[in-house]
């Protein structure tokens, strides 16, 4: 089965940088689209970046534009997460997901079916 690992999260001041890395245990047509979620206490699950594996095409949140990338390293079966300018309010369990196409570009959480444990990411100001 499709098993993800995250990494990198931590504690950071407002306005830094951090990178999240996910490793996925193979590459197939059930990780056709990877994407990043994130879920603050008493706040609903939401959707932050997508990349689709094979094209290589992103997509991203409009909370995040700017600020945050989304990529991939196909060599090391890795995708990251490189936040930069980051607020409190990006405050969040991270979680790398995978899944195919369909929901790639919609941030649907249903349409992923695989996740990963988490990462803890806490910005303080």
């Known amino acids: 089965q499709v098993q993800l690992v995250e990494s990198g999260g931590g504690p950071v001041q407002a306005g830094g940088s951090l990178r999240l890395s996910c490793t996925v245990s193979e590459v197939s047509y059930s990780t056709s689209c990877m994407a990043w979620f994130r879920q603050a206490p008493g706040k609903e699950r939401e959707g932050v970046a997508a990349?689709?594996?094979?094209?290589?095409?992103?997509y991203y949140a409009d909370s995040v534009k700017g600020r945050f990338t989304i990529s991939q390293d196909r060599a090391k079966n890795t995708v990251y997460l490189q936040m930069t300018s980051l607020k409190p309010e990006d405050t969040a369990m991270y979680y790398c997901?995978?899944?195919?196409?369909?929901?790639?570009?919609?941030?649907?959480?249903?349409?992923?079916?695989?996740w990963g444990q988490g990462t803890q990411v806490t910005v303080s100001s």
């Open positions: 990349i689709r594996t094979f094209a290589g095409v992103t």
């Open positions: 997901t995978a899944g195919t196409l369909l929901y790639c570009s919609g941030f649907q959480a249903t349409g992923f079916n695989y």
